[in-house]
T-cell receptor, first 114, second 115 residues
Framework: EAGVVQSPRYKIIEKKQPVAFWCNPI?????LYWYRQNLGQGPELLIR????????DSQLPKDRFSAERLKGVDSTLKIQPAELGDSAVYLC????????????FGPGTRLTVT | KQEVTQIPAALSVPEGENLVLNCSFT??????LQWFRQDPGKGLTSLLL?????REQTSGRLNASLDKSSGRSTLYIAASQPGDSATYLC??????????????FGRGTQLTVWP
């Protein structure tokens, strides 16, 4: 069974440019998460989807970040415009519905903003 | 807000040693606790999941315990190998409040096992 797929794996952009990340969760997983991981830190949640609904987005900087999950499967996370402080690894994870299931992570996208 | 702390931040041991990684959390209202492994430049690999009603879980050379009331978990690695070298992260899933269902991570323990 395929795991969580993310693309691209690496992205280098100049500040003020837009960038988008894509995630395909494990088949059948209706909960999808986007995390940001800064160097030397644990991941921090940006947004959680239950099917198509964003149920926890309080830590998403909405002035520049947006996300969507059309049809309750794939998801896209966008930053516009990017700032130097956005350099980090962006991780996507998925799980079955409900709070007792474990989360499975993708390989992440390493973003460098110059 | 839930805070997760991992001690030590880094650990270097010779091959074959048994070792213990520690994780503590401030709010005992959790659904479960999950231990992950992260290799450099890679995503997180789930190692063990302990539900709040459980005391421990085992997988191969790994054993994780959970004491929810005291807010602590340990990951025991038996007969360590160089291939165990990685960063180990623990995370707890909040079971109350405005962050219900959110996973909180520690900063991790960077483990190096030398031959």
């Amino acid at each position: 069974e395929a795991g969580v797929v993310q693309s691209p794996r690496y992205k280098i952009i100049e500040k003020k440019q837009p960038v988008a990340f894509w995630c395909n969760p494990i088949s059948g997983h209706n909960t999808l998460y986007w995390y940001r991981q800064n160097l030397g830190q644990g991941p921090e949640l940006l947004i959680r989807y239950e099917n198509e609904e964003a149920v926890d987005d309080s830590q998403l900087p909405k002035d520049r970040f947006s996300a969507e999950r059309l049809k309750g499967v794939d998801s896209t996370l966008k930053i516009q415009p990017a700032e130097l402080g956005d350099s980090a690894v962006y991780l996507c994870a998925s799980s079955l519905g409900g709070d007792t299931y474990e989360q499975y992570f993708g390989p992440g996208t390493r973003l460098t903003v110059t | 807000k839930q805070e997760v702390t991992q001690i030590p931040a880094a650990l270097s041991v010779p091959e074959g040693e048994n070792l213990v990684l520690n994780c503590s959390f401030t709010d005992s209202a959790i659904y479960n606790l999950q231990w992950f492994r992260q290799d450099p430049g890679k995503g997180l690999t789930s190692l063990l999941l302990i539900q709040s009603s459980q005391r421990e879980q085992t997988s191969g050379r790994l054993n994780a315990s959970l004491d929810k009331s005291s807010g602590r978990s340990t990951l025991y690695i038996a007969a360590s190998q160089p291939g165990d070298s990685a960063t180990y992260l623990c995370a707890v899933k909040a079971a109350r409040g405005s962050t219900l269902g959110r996973l909180y991570f520690g900063r991790g323990t960077q483990l190096t096992v030398w031959p």
